[in-house]
């Protein structure tokens, strides 16, 4: 499978998805505000929930900053419900079944567990500016403290 590569400054795939509630959102609905993607792999494994956790602890922070937060995952709608009202949420989540975005972001690869390979989504977080262009890149996102180093890479981007 091709990898797509992106570079700081590079305009952000563009996508249409539903959200936790089934409701189309586009990336055009974000114009004027920043944007933080993050990928992970499925609902309701132990990194992922500490992950979506870390960030609805710091929603607030983000949305201060004029920033939205958005979860995408293979999942459907009705598992990001679940997974939400299971977490308590403040996470907008949304579903890539056919895995269109996941594949524009390149973070649709290959993996390998136990010798075992498979496809899967390689944890992954960018940040896109108000002008829609690729800001910051967190490849192979370890969770641990994420969500707070994308709020100071964001903080730092702001004054510049």
């Not at 607030?60 to 419900?81: I, M, T, Y």
């Not at 972001?105 to 899967?120: A, L």
């Not at 896109?128 to 370890?142: C, E, L, R, Y």
Request: charged share 30%.
């Amino acid at each position: 499978m091709e990898e797509v590569k992106f570079k700081i400054g590079e305009p952000a795939p563009k996508f249409s998805l539903p959200d936790t509630n089934e409701n189309e959102i586009s990336s055009d609905d974000f114009k004027g505000q920043w944007l933080v993607l993050y990928f992970y792999p499925k609902d309701n494994t132990s990194g992922c929930t500490l992950e979506a956790i870390d960030f609805t602890a710091r929603i607030k922070d983000f949305e201060n900053l004029n920033a939205v937060v958005l979860g995408v995952s293979p999942d459907s709608c009705k598992s990001h419900q679940n997974f939400t009202q299971k977490h308590g949420l403040k996470v907008n989540l949304l579903s890539d079944p056919e895995k269109r975005l996941l594949q524009d972001y390149g973070v649709w690869q290959e993996k390998s567990m136990y010798g075992r390979k498979y496809m899967g989504v390689v944890r992954t977080t960018y940040l896109v500016d108000p002008n829609g262009k690729i800001a910051a890149i967190w490849p192979k996102v370890s969770v641990k403290g994420h969500a707070g180093e994308v709020l100071n890479k964001l903080r730092e981007l702001q004054k510049k």
